[in-house]
């Protein structure tokens, strides 16, 4: 069902929300630090993992893409609410955090995008597109 896909939103936001405010607390600055990034890992993952095992179907992922459609507001009013002058006057500690979110980001890149792939089947040669020389 399409609620289904909205209440596993839902979840995601919520953990990461939490995650954020745990890591703002633990390196000592008073924000929400990556909660929104941290919640789209999780659904990525977590979406992931329950659609190879069938527990997400077609109709579930329609409540997601419902909200896909109304994303970039929806990140643009998080960001809003969150206190960048806060973290910035929280010293190099807050903007070695922010490196590092950015960082780990960038290298999970090739990670997330290995989830999606099929593997080959094995014996099935893999031919070029095109046969002509390359350019």
């Known amino acids: 069902m399409i609620i289904f896909g909205v209440a596993f939103l839902a979840l995601c936001t919520l953990a990461g929300i939490f995650a954020g405010e745990m890591l703002g607390k633990l390196i000592g600055v008073?924000?929400?630090?990556?909660?929104?990034?941290?919640?789209?890992?999780?659904?990525?993952l977590l979406g992931s993992y329950l659609k190879k095992r069938g527990l997400f179907d077609g109709t579930s992922e329609q409540g997601i893409q419902f909200w896909s459609a109304v994303y970039i507001p929806i990140v643009v009013a998080m960001a809003a609410q969150q206190n960048v002058y806060g973290a910035l006057a929280g010293g190099p500690m807050a903007i070695l955090a922010g490196v590092a979110a950015v960082a780990a980001s960038f290298a999970l890149v090739p990670v997330l995008s290995r989830i999606g792939q099929k593997k080959p089947e094995a014996g099935v040669d893999e031919k070029p597109l095109t046969t002509g020389p390359r350019v």
């Open 30 to 44: 008073p924000a929400n630090v990556g909660g929104v990034g941290i919640a789209m890992v999780i659904l990525i």
